[in-house]
């Protein structure tokens, strides 16, 4: 496998950093945009997932079992970096233009989750080298099966479902948030 389609593959983790930075430089604009940053986090998710779910249609049985697991590990264990580096990984194997399309996609939602995180940390700027760390772990983690080549070509649609399954999860605890804040 290439090196320059994992490192395309790490642009979409560098939404967060971007995101962050945005936050730090426009502090005054946080507040104002901050329910458009929600829509453009909530957006990309939404396409990621129905994008992952196109591609796990041809085996439907065993994809609706990890898409059920996904949405169980998710409800306890809300790290996205973790799914997005699970559904890049299978992406990779399977098809580069279908990477790109999905770290364009994870990129936007780190931009946006990036500026939220700041919003939400302005006086806290320890707090921020942690979590970037963390998420690029998590985000790493499935890289290190990478070499695994052949069986994730022929069950990628399991690694797609449950990606999928847990990014529900996110997805749902977003829009609670988002009933519950004022703007």
């Known amino acids: 496998m290439p090196l320059k389609l994992v490192l395309v593959s790490l ?8 995101g962050m930075v945005l936050g730090f430089l426009t502090k005054e604009e946080l507040k104002p945009g901050k329910k458009y940053f929600h829509l453009l986090l909530n957006l990309a998710l939404l396409s990621l997932i ?4 196109t ?14 697991l996904g949405i169980l590990v998710g409800y306890f264990f809300r790290k996205n970096y973790l799914y997005f580096g699970i559904a890049i990984v299978a992406s990779i194997i399977i098809d580069a233009n ?43 983690l499935p890289f290190a099966f990478i ?15 449950f990606s999928a399954g847990a990014l529900i999860m996110s997805l749902l605890k977003n829009f609670q948030n988002l009933r519950s804040m004022e703007y």
Do not use: C, W
Request: proline share 1%; hydrophobic share 65%; no cysteine.
């Open 50 to 53: 129905f994008i992952l779910i």
């Open 147 to 161: 070499a695994m080549d052949e069986g994730i070509k022929q069950h990628y649609y399991i690694l797609f479902a």
């Open 98 to 140: 279908l990477m790109v399309l999905l770290a364009g996609l994870i990129f936007l939602y780190g931009l946006a989750n990036g500026a939220l995180l700041t919003e939400a940390n302005l006086n806290r700027h320890k707090k921020i080298y942690p979590i970037i760390v963390s998420n690029l772990v998590l985000f790493a």
């Open 11 to 18: 642009i979409g983790f560098f939404g967060l950093i971007f």
């Open 55 to 68: 591609k796990i249609l041809s085996n439907l049985f065993i994809s609706a079992i990890f898409f059920l």
